[in-house]
């Protein structure tokens, strides 16, 4: 079972360039989200998608976009590279539920982004 | 593997001994809170977690408990094993669509 899948899993960019990272899930799971994750810090929220087509802002949602076209896919974009950008970046998903297990998301393994 | 941990918190523990890893909390609309573990080079990996009406939680060979008064949250690993050695998140749910709140996170560090 492959899970969350993202690609690119390393990249490195210079200053002003733009890319997309993109997320893959195969657990049929309404909700996606995009974290950043920086050294001695936890995971902060970017954006999320509670379904296909839509999508809204987390905590930390400035210089980056996201598309959710496909239940399946969510795509995050960095328009215009900044250093303050380097980070490891991690998707993950999860469905609606309440009760057991109700916090639990599934990460996929990381993109870790460099910008110079 | 990623390093995204350079400057953590580090509880060293022997391999057997019992681990206890602390969080405080600050918002006391949380509705759950979660404790998560990262492997190095991985996404973090959901361990348990507890509803803000209960204080006690108990998986296997983890128990997590919530003291509200304090805000404040363990997560206690029994007979803890080299597997074990990971940094640990805790993080609360606030409001639907399961958005999480991450603390800064703890490594442990498991010695035979």
């Known amino acids: 079972n492959a899970g969350v899948t993202q690609t690119p899993k390393f990249r490195v960019l210079k200053t002003g360039q733009s890319m997309t990272l993109l997320c893959a899930q195969d657990?049929?799971?309404?909700?996606m989200y995009w974290y950043r994750q920086d050294p001695g810090m936890g995971l902060r929220l970017i954006h999320y998608?509670?379904?296909?087509?839509?999508?809204a802002k987390g905590e930390v949602p400035d210089g980056y976009n996201v598309s959710r076209l496909k239940k399946q896919n969510f795509l995050l974009g960095l328009e215009s590279a900044a250093p303050s950008q380097t980070s490891v970046y991690f998707c993950?998903?999860?469905?609606?539920?309440?009760?057991?297990?109700?916090?639990?998301?599934?990460f996929g393994e990381g993109s870790r982004l460099t910008v110079l | 593997g990623e390093s995204v941990g350079l400057h953590l918190p580090t509880l060293s523990v022997q391999e057997g001994d019992n681990s206890i890893i602390n969080c405080a909390y600050s918002?006391?609309?949380?509705?759950?809170f979660i404790w998560y573990k990262q492997e190095s080079g991985k996404g973090p990996q959901f361990i348990i977690d507890?509803?803000?009406?209960?204080d006690k939680r108990q998986g296997q060979r983890v128990t997590v408990l919530l003291n509200k008064t304090v805000k404040h949250l363990s997560l206690q690993i029994a007979a803890t094993q080299p597997g074990d050695s990971a940094v640990y998140f805790c993080?609360?749910?606030?409001?639907?669509?399961?958005?999480?709140?991450f603390g800064a996170g703890t490594r442990l560090a498991v010695h035979p």
């Open positions: 993950a998903s999860s469905p609606p539920r309440e009760g057991a297990n109700t916090g639990e998301l599934f």
């Open positions: 998608s509670v379904g296909e087509g839509t999508t």
């Open positions: 507890i509803r803000s009406n209960m």
């Open positions: 918002n006391s609309a949380s509705d759950y």
């Open positions: 657990m049929n799971h309404e909700y």
């Open positions: 993080a609360e749910k606030r409001g639907g669509y399961n958005k999480l709140i």
